[in-house]
C-alpha cells in the first residue's frame, strides 16, 4: 500500500476531540499524528468528526433478511425463532454470500470496520456436510472481503435443541451441528487452515447452555485456548432460558458457564440480560466480557441487561446489532444509556466517552483485534467521519455526546478500513448500490 495522509477537520483522539488532525499511514497503519490547522496539498480531507472504526461484535448476517417481517402482530422471541429457522432454511452458500456482502456493505456505510459473526448455518439441508464442510463460513469471508470490512468469524458449535438434550433430529436445525464438540473443533481447524488473512479472525463460540451439553463445553474452551481466539455465547437472554437451566442444571447460565471453565478474559457473554448478583460477580472475577444488543433486546422485548454493574467490572462491555433489526452502532451505544434511564429514572448515569469507547476499542478487542479501535500510532488505520451538520446534529458541535446521543449511521459519511477507503460521500466504493443488493438477496432467501 502506498503511502496516505488524511487530514481531519476534527478527531476523537486520547479520549478528546482535537481540531486539525493530521494522520499519516503506511501498510495500512498510522504512523504518524500531528496537529495541522490546514491539510497538506496530497492529504485526503474528512470532515466532521473523525473516529475509530465502529466493531460490531455480534451479527447473525442471515438475520437482516426478517427485518419488518417479525413486527406483525404479537408474540415472543419463541415465535421470532420460528420465522428465523424459515429463513435459515433457504440459504445456499451463493445466496448466503450474496446476503452477507450486501449486509455487512451496510454495515460499512455505517461506519463499521469489524463484524463478529456468531456463524452457525455450517450444513446443507438436512445435516449433510457440504463436500467442503466449511463453505457456509467461506462464503462469509468472501462477503466480508467483498464489502471491504475485517471479520471475525465465530464459529459456533451447536449440537442439541433444547436444554434437555434432544438431538438436532429434524428442520433446519440440522444444518447447525456437527455432532459432538470433538468434530466441531476438527472441522473448525481446517477452515483455521484454509481461512489465513489479515483481515479475518477464526474464533470460537457456544451458542447457548440450551445447544451445548456441560460434558461439550470443554472442548471448545480447550480450542480456543490453543488458539488464543475470542470465544463468545449467547447467556441469559431471556427468563425462559434461565429458568431452564435451574431446572436442569439447578444454577444459572452464568454458574453453569463458570462451572465448565467458559468463563475467562477473552469470553465474552452476548446479551447477559438476566444475571443474579453472583452471576456478576464471576464475571468481574474472571474478567469476562459483555456483549449488549439492546436494538435487537429491546425488539425481543428481552429486557434490560445490568449495564452500570457490568462496565464497573474488569471485561469488556461491547455492543453488537444481532439479528439486525437496526444496523447502527451509535443507536446500539445510546440505547445502553437511555434503557438505564427508563429503568431508574435517572439520568447521567453513563458517559458518552464510555459508550463510544464500547462500540469502538472494546468492540475491536472483544473481536480479538487488540490492533484497532483507536487513532493512534501503530494502530490499523480504521477512520471513520461523522457529519456534524445534518439535521440530527447540527449545532451540537463536534462533540462526543452530539455523536452518541445525537448522530445516526446515515450521519457517517467516509470510512476507512486498513488505509483503504470503502465509504466516500455515503457511497460504498464496491457495492454501488446496497439498498438494491439487500433487497435483490433478502428475496432470493424467502
Not at 469502538?360 to 487488540?370: I, K
Amino acid at each position: 500500500m502506498t503511502h496516505k495522509t488524511f487530514w481531519c477537520e476534527h478527531a476523537w483522539c486520547d479520549g478528546d476531540v482535537s481540531n486539525g488532525v493530521q494522520i499519516t499511514v503506511d501498510e495500512g497503519r498510522i504512523i504518524g499524528i500531528e496537529q495541522s490547522t490546514r491539510p497538506a496539498d496530497t492529504a485526503e480531507v474528512l470532515r466532521g468528526l473523525v473516529i475509530p472504526g465502529l466493531a460490531n461484535a455480534h451479527s447473525h448476517a442471515f438475520h437482516r433478511a426478517l427485518r419488518a417481517r417479525t413486527q406483525r402482530d404479537r408474540g415472543s422471541f419463541w415465535t421470532w425463532r420460528k420465522l428465523m429457522y424459515e429463513a435459515a432454511g433457504q440459504l445456499t452458500p451463493d445466496s448466503y454470500r450474496a446476503l452477507a456482502t450486501a449486509v455487512y456493505a451496510e454495515m460499512a456505510l455505517a461506519g463499521i470496520t469489524a463484524v463478529g459473526e456468531f456463524h452457525y448455518l455450517h450444513h446443507d439441508t438436512g445435516g449433510r456436510p457440504y463436500a467442503d464442510p466449511n463453505e457456509m463460513g467461506k462464503a462469509l469471508i468472501a462477503a466480508a472481503a467483498d464489502a471491504g470490512v475485517r471479520l471475525t468469524l465465530l464459529d459456533t458449535c451447536y449440537l442439541r435443541s433444547g436444554i434437555n438434550g434432544a438431538p438436532l433430529c429434524e428442520g433446519p436445525q440440522q444444518r447447525f451441528g456437527d455432532g459432538t464438540a470433538a468434530q466441531w473443533a476438527q472441522r473448525v481447524d481446517q477452515l483455521v487452515s484454509d481461512a489465513r488473512s489479515e483481515q479475518v479472525i477464526v474464533g470460537a463460540a457456544i451458542h447457548s447452555v440450551r445447544a451445548v451439553p456441560p460434558a461439550e463445553m470443554a472442548a471448545v474452551v480447550d480450542w480456543a485456548d490453543a488458539h488464543e481466539a475470542p470465544l463468545h455465547v449467547h447467556s441469559s437472554e431471556q427468563t425462559a432460558e434461565v429458568d431452564e437451566c435451574l431446572a436442569v442444571h439447578g444454577r444459572t447460565p452464568t454458574a453453569l458457564l463458570r462451572d465448565n471453565g467458559v468463563l475467562g478474559p477473552r469470553t465474552t457473554a452476548v446479551h447477559a440480560t438476566h444475571l443474579s448478583d453472583q452471576d456478576i460477580a464471576d464475571m468481574d472475577a474472571t474478567a469476562t466480557g459483555t456483549c449488549f444488543c439492546p436494538t435487537t433486546e429491546r425488539d425481543l422485548g428481552d429486557g434490560i441487561g445490568p449495564a452500570t454493574a457490568l462496565l464497573a467490572g474488569r471485561g469488556l462491555f461491547s455492543l453488537g446489532s444481532d439479528s439486525h433489526a437496526v444496523i447502527d452502532m451509535l443507536e446500539e451505544a445510546r440505547a445502553v444509556e437511555l434503557d438505564e434511564r427508563l429503568a431508574r429514572r435517572e439520568r447521567g448515569i453513563i458517559s458518552a466517552t464510555t459508550l463510544l469507547d464500547a462500540a469502538t476499542s472494546a468492540g475491536q478487542r472483544a473481536l480479538g483485534w487488540t490492533d484497532a479501535g483507536a487513532l493512534t500510532v501503530g494502530a490499523r488505520a480504521d477512520l471513520v467521519a461523522v457529519d456534524i451538520g445534518s439535521i440530527r446534529t447540527a449545532g451540537g458541535g463536534a462533540t462526543v455526546e452530539n455523536l452518541v446521543f445525537a448522530a445516526s449511521a446515515a450521519d457517517v459519511t467516509d470510512v476507512i478500513v486498513d488505509g483503504h477507503r470503502v465509504v466516500a460521500d455515503r457511497q460504498h466504493t464496491a457495492v454501488p448500490d446496497v439498498g438494491k443488493a439487500l433487497a435483490s438477496a433478502i428475496e432470493g432467501c424467502r
